[in-house]
């Protein structure tokens, strides 16, 4: 995949969403309209001088964010005060 050379400004981030689960922890297939929105992502790309660094997993609000489509995949932005957690430290865990 070639580099992505969007720069974000203004205390906006690039993020990846997290794909929604679509199937319960029971085995129970969730349809797409009762799933939900994405709300866990990576940052991808960041405003200079931003607090949290490409790469962290955050929780977001996923009612705030500007949809994109980067290269066919899904992508948001989001701004610094829609960022809601840190969730690096969960990363290993579903």
Do not use: C
Not at 59 to 75: C, D, K, N, R
Request: a negative charge.
């Amino acid at each position: 995949m070639a580099e992505i050379t969007l720069k974000p400004l203004n205390e906006w981030y690039l993020v990846k969403p997290r794909p929604v689960a679509t199937q319960s922890a029971h085995g129970i297939i969730i349809p797409p309209s009762a799933a939900g929105k994405a709300n866990t992502g990576t940052i991808i790309k960041k405003y200079d001088g931003a607090p949290i660094q490409e790469g962290t997993l955050v929780l977001y609000s996923p009612f705030a964010v500007i949809e994109v489509s980067i290269q066919g995949e899904t992508h948001v932005y989001v701004k610094q005060y829609d960022l809601i957690a840190d969730l690096s430290g969960l990363e290993n865990h579903k």
